[in-house]
């Protein structure tokens, strides 16, 4: 992990000491993201309610510059003159920034009431990471009480895919709690 990320989340302790009980599964979460991103994966995130307006969150987070700007590459800044329209290319490289790959499940409204209405609401999440989940890729389940189905069903799938699970519950940890996740 580098200096900069560790300092960022030693502020985060500091700002919010209750999270100290949590410091090493916190370290430990990061470094699994990082090496995520490292290897060219992809967070997939998704929550109930209020968990799933943090999914989307945390994914408006990561898909643009955060703390820093995250400028784009070279790669990508030649390819954007070489391909895009020249009226547009520099506006382009100016204002986009290199996002870091996070999907978040909640916002797939025709597959969830398709999904719904012909096979199982309930499966919704884990018919998505069916889909769109890579060996590598972390999925990060949200829920307050850990006990949702629709998470717990996408966590199964999740691991069955070889993806790394991580959930974010309330303070019991639920169900989730004894899914092997972390």
Known sequence: MKENTKKNLDDLFLR??????????????????????????????????????????????????????????????????????????????????????AISLVNSVALGTAFANDQAADLVFAQQILGLGDAGDVFIAISTSGNSKNILYATDIAKAKGLTTMALTGRSGGELKNTGIF
């Open 16 to 101: 919010y000491p209750a999270l100290i009980a949590c410091k090493e599964p916190i370290y430990e979460a990061a470094d699994t993201v990082i090496e995520c991103y490292n290897h060219k994966g992809k967070l997939i995130i998704a929550g109930n309610g209020g968990s799933a307006a943090d999914a989307e969150h945390i994914v408006g987070e990561l898909m643009k510059g955060f703390i820093l700007p995250r400028k784009l590459d070279e790669d990508i800044k030649n390819s954007i003159y070489t391909n895009a329209r020249k009226e547009a290319a520099d506006y382009l490289i100016e204002n986009l920034q290199m996002p870091l790959m």
